[in-house]
């Protein structure tokens, strides 16, 4: 797809937010205007113009995404594009493309930078943001029959207390009763509406296409002088080499790989969705689950954060306590 411009303009000289944005609008005008952080907000229509546009053009080249992230604000979903260029060493750039509550539709980024296939379809399974344009949009760390998008502000678990910990059942009235017993199946989920327990495959059956990208015609396809079917077979998650976690659709020619498609989420635990409710104090176990063996790498981390917000400096001994510690658990693992 070709940049839509008449406008012809040089490079920008300071690779600054400004200086970008100020060449941005004279290439494609009303396209970008600055942010509160020094980021640019694009308008929708021209996302895919601006994106191919600082990745391909000498001076700027954006070519590496970092990430992209999603944001639940009352008036409308924002989605963050951090930049950087392998060309130029300096701070990078953030994009943000805003969607309506209502309608929540963004431009994909896929065919401009492909890291983007996996955070955008995050962003889709969490918060409900589509991309249009997507090779493969699919929910990646729920499973495809779940209901709802659980990093959406309104969301509520299955047997929702209160917004805030300590929940009042627990302190100062002392009783515990956990969400699971009221519940007749002893699952701590939401139903979908009309469920039935006695009606369950109906529930659980996937949809016939968009599943899978290796695409079952393939499979049928014969290469080289040896003619022989291509098989496909799911390798995990129980196997010993992926722990349970992790699994392979995989399409075979003979005991040669072709193709093969990842599926990720078996041990997702929307820890950000957890911390919402949690004093900071309360989170801390759950970046222990990151990496169980290296832990304390993770402790580090979330505490540096807090540390920062609160403006606290630790003692120069529990910086030495933390390094050792930190190395310890790095040489365990």
């Avoid at 400004?18 to 941005?24: F, R, Y």
């Avoid at 300096?90 to 509550?101: F, I, V, Y």
């Avoid at 998008?149 to 678990?157: A, I, S």
């Avoid at 040669?256 to 635990?269: A, C, F, K, M, S």
Wanted: aromatic share 10%; glycine share 8%.
């Amino acid at each position: 797809m070709a940049i839509e411009s008449d406008v012809v303009a040089a490079p920008p000289v300071e690779r600054t937010p400004e200086s970008v944005a100020k060449h941005l609008n004279q290439v494609f005008p009303g396209a970008v205007s600055m942010g509160r952080w020094n980021d640019l907000i694009v308008d929708n229509s021209q996302l895919l113009n601006v994106a191919r546009y600082l990745r391909d053009t000498e001076g700027l080249e954006y070519d590496y995404l970092t990430s992209v992230t999603g944001v639940d604000y009352p008036e409308y979903f924002e989605v963050v594009y951090n930049l950087f260029s392998t060309k130029h060493y300096d701070e990078g750039l953030t994009l943000k493309a805003r969607a309506p509550k209502d309608d929540p539709v963004v431009p994909s980024v896929v065919s401009v930078w492909a890291g983007a296939d996996f955070q955008e379809r995050e962003i889709w399974d969490l918060f409900g943001v589509r991309f249009a344009g997507h090779p493969n949009l699919k929910r990646i760390l729920m499973w495809e029959g779940f209901h709802g998008h659980p990093m959406r502000k309104d969301y509520k678990e299955g047997y929702y207390e209160q917004d805030h910990k300590p929940l009042e059942s627990r302190w100062p009235e002392g009783w515990h009763v956990r969400g699971e017993e009221h519940n007749p199946w002893g699952r701590n989920v939401v139903y979908p509406r009309g469920y039935a327990a006695d009606d369950l495959d109906r529930y659980y059956q996937l949809p016939s296409e968009g599943i899978l990208m290796i695409e079952p015609e393939e499979a049928a396809i014969a290469s080289g002088d040896i003619h022989t079917q291509r098989v496909m077979i799911n390798m995990g998650p129980q196997h010993p080499s992926t722990h349970g976690v992790f699994q392979m659709k995989l399409l075979l020619e003979g005991e040669t790989i072709v193709d093969l498609e990842p599926v990720v989420g078996y041990l997702h635990r929307n820890h950000e969705k957890i911390g919402e409710r949690n004093l900071w104090l309360g989170n801390m176990p759950y970046t222990d689950r990151l990496d169980y063996i290296c832990s304390m790498s993770n402790n580090l981390g979330y505490a540096t954060a807090v540390e920062k917000l609160m403006g606290l400096e630790v003692p120069e001994y529990a910086e030495y306590i933390r390094i050792i510690m930190v190395e310890l658990t790095r040489i365990v693992n």
